[in-house]
C-alpha cells in the first residue's frame, strides 16, 4: 500500500475519529510481517484554540488471505483488555477497514529496540538484561489475568469447552505438521509421542487462559532500562499460560547466546522464579519441561510451513528457501531435551 | 572434468563477494537477506563436500536398524541412494508413529542414537555452531 494513498485516506478518518482537525507527519513504511504491511506516522491533532498534540503512531495494515485466527478490529479489542490489566502493550489508537479499503488499526509508537540479536549481545542493554526477566514475568503474570470469559474476547482460538488444553494444543500442532510436511521428520514423531505421555495434568477444571502465543525476544521492545511493550499478538489463543514461558526458552529465541536459557539473557530459572512471586503460586518444572519441548517442536513445524511458502512459489524468497535448513536446529534441540542432555 | 576454480573455490569467493561487498553497501532487509544469501552459499560448499559420505553413513546406519529395509539390495548411483534414505525414513517415521519405538530398551537407543547422527549430519552442514555449543566441553 502506498504511504501517499495512505495519507490521503486517513486524514479524513482521523479527522472523523477526533473530531478535530488532523495532520499527518513523517509517514513511511516500516517492516513489517507476512501478514500486515506497517507503517510509522504522526498524527497531530489541532482544535480550535489549543495546543496541537503529536501522536506517534504505528499503522498496521492487514493483507488480504492470509493464515490468520482473527482480524485488526479484534487485536484492537485485544489490547484494549490488555491495557486494563496493566499489562505492557501499546495504547490503541483506532481501527476501520473502509477508509483503507483494508482491515487496519493504529496504535501508540512506543520507543525501543525489537531486534533480538541487539538486545541480547550489545553493551548498552546490559542493565535491561539484568532487569527483563522480573518485567517480563510480571508482564506474563498482567497478560493471563486477562479475562476471557465472556463475549468481549471470544475470537480467539481455543480449546472446546471441558478439552484438556495440552492435550488440544498438541492435536492442532501435529494436525499442521501432517498437512504441511512434504518429508518425513522422525524426531518429530519421537516428539509427538513424548509430549502425549507427559501431558501436565492440569488442575481439573482449569480454565483456559489469554496466551500471547509468540511472547518471546524479538516481540517485545526494549531500551535501557528494560521492558518497554510487548509486541506481535496475532498468535494470541485460549490455553495454559505455562505454554508462554516454554516458547520463551526455546533456544532458537537465545541469538547465539545458547548458555542463557531465558531468550539469550538470562537463566530460565530467573523467570519462572519472577513468575511464581507474581502469579502468588508455584509453578511445575516438569510442565514447564513440557511446553519448552512443545515449543521447540512448535517452532520447527513453523519452519515447515515457511519453506512451503518457497517450494510451492508463493514465496521465492532466500529467507524461507533457508528456514528449510533451519528445521534440523529444532530436531536436534528436541532430542537434547527429551534425553535430558539439554542445558 | 571441470577447469579450475573450483566449485569451493567458486562458493568460497561467491560468500565473500556478498559478504564484502554488498552487505556494507545495503542496509535494513536488503542486508539481512545479503547475509543470509552468503551464508547459504557457505552451506552449499559445505554440502557439496560432505553429500557422499554422509549418506553412505545414513543408508548404513538405517540398514543396520532390525527390519527396517527388506532385502539386501544395494542402491546404485546418488539419486537411488537418496530415494532408499528417503524411503526408509519414511518408514521409520511411521514405526515410530505407531508407537513400536515407545519405552526404553535397546531398540529405541539404537534408533535415538541413529536420528541424533542424522541431525547431527545435517546442521554440520546448514548451521555447525548449533552443534559446537553442545560440543565443545564434550567432545561428539
Known amino acids: 500500500m502506498k504511504p501517499e494513498f495512505i495519507a490521503e485516506r486517513l486524514v479524513p478518518f482521523l479527522e472523523a475519529e477526533t473530531g478535530a482537525s488532523v495532520r499527518l507527519d513523517g509517514l513511511r513504511s516500516m517492516t513489517g510481517g507476512a501478514t500486515r504491511e506497517a507503517f510509522r506516522l504522526d498524527a497531530v491533532v489541532e482544535r480550535p484554540g489549543r495546543v496541537a498534540e503529536t501522536h ?10 492470509g493464515q ?19 499489562a505492557p502493550v501499546p495504547r490503541p489508537f483506532a481501527a476501520g477497514e473502509e477508509a483503507l479499503g483494508r482491515p487496519f488499526y493504529l496504535m501508540e509508537r ?15 542493554f546490559a542493565a535491561a538484561r539484568e532487569v527483563l526477566p522480573g518485567q517480563l514475568a510480571r508482564a506474563l503474570a498482567a497478560i493471563h489475568r486477562v479475562p ?25 500442532l501435529e494436525q499442521l505438521y501432517r498437512a504441511i510436511a512434504v518429508e518425513p521428520h522422525p524426531v518429530f514423531e519421537v516428539t509427538l509421542r513424548w ?39 496475532e498468535l494470541a489463543h485460549r490455553g495454559d499460560p505455562l505454554e508462554d514461558l516454554g516458547w520463551i526458552c526455546v533456544r532458537s529465541w537465545r541469538f547465539g547466546n545458547d548458555r542463557r536459557t531465558l531468550g539469550g539473557i ?78 | 572434468m571441470q577447469d579450475r576454480p573450483t566449485v569451493h573455490e567458486l562458493l568460497e569467493s561467491l560468500g565473500r563477494f556478498l559478504d564484502e561487498e554488498i552487505v556494507p553497501a545495503t542496509d535494513g532487509r536488503r542486508q539481512f537477506l545479503a547475509r543470509v544469501a552468503a551464508n547459504v552459499a557457505r552451506l552449499v560448499d559445505r554440502e557439496l563436500a560432505s553429500e557422499e559420505p554422509q549418506l553412505d ?21 546418488r539419486e537411488a541412494l537418496r530415494r532408499a534414505i528417503a524411503e526408509a525414513t519414511a518408514e521409520l517415521a511411521g514405526r515410530i508413529r505407531s508407537g513400536e519405538v515407545d519405552g526404553e530398551g535397546p531398540r529405541r537407543a539404537a534408533v535415538l542414537d541413529h536420528l541424533r547422527r542424522t541431525v547431527r549430519e ?18 561428539p
Open chain 1, 56 to 65: 506517534p503512531l504505528v499503522l498496521l495494515v492487514f493483507r488480504p488471505g
Open chain 1, 68 to 86: 490468520r485466527a482473527f482480524g485488526a478490529r479484534e487485536e484492537f479489542r485485544l489490547l484494549e483488555a490488555l491495557g486494563r490489566v496493566g
Open chain 1, 110 to 124: 512506543v520507543p525501543g529496540e525489537a531486534i533480538g540479536r541487539r538486545i541480547v549481545r550489545e553493551d548498552r
Open chain 1, 148 to 172: 476471557v470469559e465472556g463475549d468481549a474476547l471470544d475470537f480467539l482460538p481455543g480449546p472446546a469447552p471441558g478439552e484438556p488444553i495440552a492435550a488440544s494444543e498438541v492435536d492442532r
Open chain 1, 195 to 233: 509430549l502425549r505421555s507427559n501431558l501436565p495434568a492440569s488442575a481439573p477444571g482449569a480454565a483456559p487462559a489469554l496466551v500471547h502465543g509468540d511472547f518471546r525476544i524479538g516481540n517485545v521492545l526494549v531500551d535501557e532500562q528494560g521492558l518497554r511493550a510487548v509486541l506481535d499478538w
Open chain 1, 266 to 343: 538470562a537463566d530460565r530459572e530467573a523467570l519462572f522464579s519472577a513468575y511464581e512471586d507474581a502469579v502468588g503460586h508455584g509453578v511445575d518444572r516438569a510442565a514447564l519441561r513440557f511446553w519448552e519441548i512443545y515449543g521447540n517442536l512448535r517452532w520447527g513445524v513453523f519452519t515447515l510451513v515457511q519453506v512451503r511458502g518457497f517450494l510451492e512459489g508463493i514465496v521465492p524468497s532466500i529467507e524461507l528457501a533457508s528456514i528449510g535448513r533451519r528445521t534440523a536446529e529444532t530436531e536436534w534441540e528436541l532430542l537434547q531435551l527429551i534425553e535430558g542432555r539439554a542445558r
Open chain 2, 57 to 77: 553413513d545414513e543408508w548404513r546406519r538405517l540398514r543396520a536398524i532390525p527390519g527396517l529395509v527388506a532385502g539386501d539390495a544395494e542402491p546404485t548411483g
Open chain 2, 122 to 139: 545435517k546442521l554440520v552442514v546448514s548451521n555447525p555452531a548449533w552443534i559446537e555449543a553442545d560440543e565443545g566441553a564434550e567432545g
